[in-house]
């Protein structure tokens, strides 16, 4: 952790702490990825927007307002915690706004706020800081690789972990197979059924409506996996009152599959 | 030195101590992701009904907890190890939530938030009413960032809640780890108080939800952080340091009741502590009166909660603190026993944790006492009585007194949700006692050759002991927060949180979603198929009384008679939702009031009569209209127009 060069602790010939920070080149970077990544969050589905999408509600707003502030020189830790509590708090702050406003928060005005926060922060701090008195730390190499390895290890066996849930998961789902049936009045007079076959293969039904035995509709359909048939059928010849059963067995079986009912209005 | 005087940096040049480290840190990393590993493979077989499920979680719980605390330890004065442990830590105890379910929201809570989540991702506005839980849109902080993500990622909500808490995680472990590593000067105390705080009984699942407090928790102790930083800044830096300590805090205010609340009280007792500090010799630390920050938070959220969710606070935690209050008092008068405590409702020695382990989960209690009355002994030193371990401490005195409320049913949600905001103390507790002398001293008391054998013994008794008590702890922890069979996936299982979510209840709700008209009222036989298709749809799910009868009334009555038309009418309850997994399956935390006979054995009053579903075919006017062989969907369109026909008419 780095002293506060503004501090009244510090002794006054101390040298100054090396200025980690990039400066001026730190605030046109902000500025450009706040642009840059409002647009492509803006911009058709695509797979990048993971990360900008993040580094806009997570990130670049709080990093950008820290620019401006006069703070102790923190370490990265501290930058962190207070880059993502920042960030964070102005997408709140932002949504309430929008919404005092009776503006929609959806994709455009969120993504136009952010990055109008994230844009001026990194603009000021442009204005404010001095011309490149920059001192970048040297990255060492043998540190990182240190690092690296147990990283490393630990990002294969968590991802692994997240694999391995997210298959069973989908299998167990995929275990839960079923065949949903159910009906709908569209209008006093007509009815329709729907069938859905979550089997996992392709089924041959027997859908039969009727009332006191008189059938209404009687039809043997084929439904592929996953999809779903919808049949409609008149009421308008039943009387009021009475009720029409909708059955549905598997072709050439005798029981009651599936089973549900309207009583006509 | 201004900020941060953690002096605990490893002496690099030392020759043969980047090698150990590289090691032990590889060791710590491989043994927690097999930990992950682990607890995956338990997750696969438990979905698949398989054994050894149990056996392989809590093998789990001990590779993710005591590695890192046994790294740490034997690094005791490396910094940079202890915030890749704290990481380590975080990241591998985040995925259990994450692997158990990698997909959707699965949780109660997550579910009845999926509402307002889709309210606001389809209204584009807040304060849309959620008939579920009404607190939840008056306090929009984490609809906001997380509905966000989703519209600026186009992730699902769910992974967008995964990430967005997730990264918050790590927010509220570093800053306690920074908060602590700087106060007392020492990192493995950092370490440690990250390590405990893990322990307490809400971190490994409840505060890893996409819920509103695991939203606003890690806000609230980066707050705490800033004042920490704060209290050791120059003049400037401090003015800055506590101008965002009160946005931040603004953002808790709005973000969950609780934890406003929590974050008021404590930093009005750090500026009340703040202003003793200055009259008297008994506190020490740096001079700190936050009053800015503790007029703000605690100003606005009173305003927030008079002008905005007074209505829906008072609803949501008026009956849980009166029943509370009540349940304790007929305990303590005798009119009602006691319950076990650590047990879940359900009768049934399966639903219920073993002997061994509610042993553990009382021996976690006692070790937290330990920590808590060692911290406190150790005030005697002058650094221990700096303001933030002098609050964190008190705090922690409020944990047996929650404890006590575990002695009935109606109490132990209270005692439950209180442990994420007491166990602070604990924490501080525990690092507060493993500070060697010389530090609480400043080295003056003791001399150096005392702190030398310190140094040397510490580490290996203290060790061995810490890693016995943490793995009770950790353990305990889990024992005491989560029911057994919440814990990992499994088979379906009757009322039952996780464990009663299946993917035949989301299709009933996707159903739903489609094909009921908006704002539809219906009555669900169990309470998760009734949050599903509440989460799914703009449909209201009726819960609660009418006419002096509960709503309950219509499924657990044998027959439809006039009471359950009237439930029906009076609540305009259009569909009803039958599962008849109800009748097949024990209910996992609720014995049903009724009983098939008097001699009827126990375990048969925790399902339900299959009778008691199948009533609704046989009533005139009720049309079956859904039927997937498991879930049974009823429209009551026709006595609902009967009802009004006869409103009108009389």
Redesign the interface.
Known sequence: ?L??S?????APNAPHPPNTSLGRSESLVLLVLAVGFAAV?LGH?NPA??L???A???YLPGRAIRRN????E??A??G???D???S??V??????AL?LASA????RS??IS?AAVTGYAALVALARSAPATIRLRRVDSRAVA??A???L??A???T???W??????????SR?T????????LSPTRARVQV?N?EGRSMRYRLVASVSGHALLSKTVIVNSTASRSLGFSMAKVRS?A?IDIRLTVAHAHSP???????R? | VTVAPVRDELVTDEPGTEQPRTTVLCVAATLVGLGDLLMSVADARGRSGLPWVTTMYWLAILLLFLPPAAAAVWLRRDRGAHVFLVLLLTVGLYLVKIVTSPTNFATVDELQMLRSFNDLLHSHHLFVVNPIVGSYPRFPGSQIAIVAMTELTRLNLSNSAKIVIGVEHLVLCLALYQMVAIVLDDSLAGFLGVLVYACNPNFLYFDAEGSYESFALPLAVTVIFLLVLASRASEKARRTLLGLACVIGVTVCVSHHMTSYWLGVVLLGWTLLGLLRRRSVLISGPDLVPWLPALVVSGVAALWFVFVAQTQVRHELGPVVTSAFHAISQTVQGHLPAKAPFSTPSTSSDLNDPVVLQLIAFASVAVAMVLLVGGLLRLRYRRARQVPILLLLALGLLYPVTLALRLTQASTETSSRSSEFVFFGISVGLAVLALDRVKLNDGILFGRHRSTKDRRLGPRIIGGAMLVGLAVLAIGGIVVGQPPYDRTTGVYLANADVRSVTVTGERVATWAASHWPAGTAYASADITNGILIGGAGNFTPQTGDINGRPVSYLFDSPIFDDVSAGIVTGDKIRFLVVDNRLAQEPSATSNYPLQVSPDAPAHESSRLPVAYLDKFDHVPDVSRVYDDGTIRVYDTRLLLKAAARHTKGS
């Open positions: 952790v002293p506060d503004s501090s009244p602790d510090r969050c589905s927007q993971w900008t999408g993040a806009l509600v997570l502030l006069t703070l102790p923190p370490d830790l501290v962190f915690v207070i993502v509590a920042m964070l708090s997408v709140v702050l932002a949504g309430l919404n929609d928060i959806d994709r969120l993504a952010l240190r690092w390895v147990p990283v290890i630990f294969v066996l968590a692994a972990s997240v391995l849930a997210r298959d069973s998961s989908d299998a167990a789902d839960a079923t065949t949903q049936l159910s009906v709908q009045q859905t979550l009152g009720r599959f599936r089973e549900v009912w309207l009583v209005p």
